[in-house]
């Protein structure tokens, strides 16, 4: 139901790899858990799992990378372009390792998030993904670490924070145990936030 205080989202997903954090919010689309419409998932990789789960959901996907448009000019516009044909009101990273042209970061100002896997301005920047936070916060001696919801900036992990949860480093963790935990967290916790987005909890701009 629309109202003042909500909001419908019109979600484009933005996968590089395995895409459980966009399956996550496909399913809470359709479950009526939160309140918008998955309209485009992009990959530059086409052999990712998240296209193919995408397709898999009967969610539009397009992959879209140097290798289909090698002027980096065209590929943001042939981006910008399934955006707004597809409706996008809200652009969402997850796991998306490639940076955003400069036409869609413009329209898409403060409608751009990124979910990191650690608490934000720790553990981020160029290098830090993957396996390479979780190291570097088990190496660092870290008790606690966590999940950041940003906006999107030119830079690597910069834009303004929206949302952090901290996550308990336990003495037994090691890398593969931490980024377990660590990514079932931010399945829930992206939708979670999108839902506050939706019903103007979280206002972005
Ligand atoms: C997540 O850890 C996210 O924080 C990072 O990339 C990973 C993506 O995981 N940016 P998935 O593709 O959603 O499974």
Do not use: W
């Not at 399956?23 to 419409?37: F, H, K, M």
Request: proline share 2%.
């Amino acid at each position: 139901m629309e109202s003042e205080n909500t909001k419908k989202l019109q979600i484009a997903i933005f996968a590089s790899h395995t895409g459980t954090n966009m399956q996550a919010i496909i399913d809470a689309c359709r479950r009526g858990d939160l309140n918008g419409d998955v309209c485009a998932v992009i990959s530059n990789n086409s052999n990712s799992q998240a296209l193919e789960k995408a397709r898999t959901s009967g969610v539009r996907a397009y992959h879209l990378s140097n290798k289909t448009h090698p002027e980096e000019d065209e590929l943001d516009e042939a981006i910008y372009k399934v955006l707004t044909e597809s409706g996008t009101n809200i652009v969402v990273l997850a796991g998306y390792m490639k940076k955003i042209g400069p036409k869609v970061l413009k329209h898409y100002k403060g409608r751009i998030l990124n979910i990191h896997p650690s608490l934000l301005p720790k553990y981020g920047g160029k290098g830090m993904y993957g396996s390479n936070v979780h190291r570097a916060v088990i190496d660092a001696g870290e008790k606690i670490t966590g999940v950041t919801i940003h906006l999107v900036e030119e830079e690597y992990d910069t834009g303004k924070i929206i949302r952090q949860c901290e996550i308990e480093v336990l003495e037994s963790d090691t890398i593969d145990t931490l980024s377990k935990r660590v990514l079932e967290k931010e399945n829930s916790f992206y939708v979670e936030t999108l839902k506050l987005i939706s019903e103007n909890e979280i206002k972005l701009q």
